[in-house]
């Protein structure tokens, strides 16, 4: 595992979905991704949501930082919210 791996951490508790954002699509980007452990993290207004590749919409399974994406916020199974239907702009 890389230093970068060690990094992303799939989900905090206190990333609850904000209050003014709705469950629709929604303009993100990139900040976190690792090829290796197929995770990463979005920013939207400023609040990280997590999301695993197999959510990338394209099939390519990977996503380079700093790049823009459209994403669908979802329930997860430990509370909060992820980032799911992630779509290359």
Known sequence: MTEVDQTIVPWRPGDAIPLGIA???????VIEFSDQMGLGVVD???????????????????????????????ASQGGGYQAIEVVKI
């Open 23 to 29: 469950t629709g699509m929604h303009l993100a980007k």
């Open 44 to 74: 939207i207004e400023g609040r990280r949501f997590p999301f695993h590749c197999l959510s990338i919409a394209d099939g390519s399974r990977t996503l380079e930082v700093d790049s823009l994406v459209c994403v669908r916020l979802a």
